[in-house]
């Protein structure tokens, strides 16, 4: 139990060079004592702890004590999976490091209060016809759903340890940079091949960087929440309004439509996640957490993103 929420927390972050990890880590930083757990083992500086999962290595005794640990480890989400290869680096990169730390805290003398684990929306099944909260979703069938189904099961020891657990089910994060689904979007809307994707009614669903630091500092506080969480704005957008609204925004024609054929040709089997969209994933638990999005609709949302300040953004 975090007893006094007025004191700095000391908070350990695995994967804190990614995307959600640096902001994370600099947004924390401003109120808490952060550290970074990290792969090199030479030359560790002070606020740095050493792991090497694929060796089965962790620095235990540096651990004891933490307030919170979040576990954002893992290859990137959206890069091809085309082999066998892939499979098992992207299953092997989450559930082999959440397990080694799960292990690890379950056994220090000093755990922390709570583990914030990643996890993605992929869980759920793209099949679900309704609106997926975390009590009513149902797993899906494919690969990224059954992976993320053993990320999750990964932190269980720790949970049974009596540490609460949160898995954090991400969905696209909207970024910039060079990692997330928007950013690959914007050299080609730039170069005037921008188009709808398939029918464009697919539905995706969607967070800021703002909003999810923010997020995972409430659940830090929150001792009510645990399980997994929906991390994602209460409304989701459709592929057609995502593409609009980002031409818009660059100031770039959006004229073409490209279909589910040349979709496949072009993208291989990433074409199928593209084409059938998301289910309708809603923030349940944050909701009745009285946590408030800041950027709940796409435009706002984009233009907080890209650095475009309106009327609805302004800090």
Known sequence: MINNKLN??????????????????????????????????????????YWNPDNGEIDDKSLEGMDVVVNLSG????????????????????????????????????????????????WYSSECKYKVTEENGCN?????????????DSAKVAEDSGIRVVNLRFPYVLSSVKSSIMASFIPIIN?????????????????????????????????????????VTPMPTTNEEFMCILAELLNKPLRLRYPQWLLKILCGNSAKKLIKGNCY???????????????????????????????????
């Not at 233009?303 to 475009?308: D, F, K, P």
């Open 191 to 231: 170069s005037g091949v921008g188009g709808i994707l398939g029918s464009g009614k697919q539905l995706m669903c969607y967070i800021t960087l703002y909003d999810i630091v923010h997020a995972m500092s409430h659940i830090m506080l929150q001792e009510s929440i645990s399980g997994p969480v929906n991390m």
């Open 140 to 152: 899906g069938n494919d690969f990224m759903a059954q992976m993320c189904k053993a990320w999750e």
């Open 75 to 122: 290859s990137r989400l959206n890069r091809r999976i085309c082999t066998n290869k892939d499979r098992e680096e992207f299953l092997n990169s989450r559930v082999n490091s959440t397990k080694l730390l799960s292990k690890t805290l379950a056994r220090l003398s000093k755990p922390p209060s709570v583990f914030l684990s990643a996890s993605s929306i992929d």
């Open 281 to 315: 994933v809603f923030p349940e638990k944050l909701i009745n957490s009285k946590f408030q999005f800041r950027y709940t609709d796409i435009k706002s949302a984009m233009s907080y993103t890209l650095g475009i300040l309106t009327d609805n953004n302004k800090c």
């Open 8 to 49: 700095p927390l000391k908070i350990a972050i695995t994967g804190s060079t990614g995307l959600i990890g640096d902001n994370l880590k600099r947004f924390l930083k401003k109120k808490h004592i952060v550290f970074s757990v990290v792969r090199h083992k030479s030359c560790v500086e002070m606020n740095e702890i």
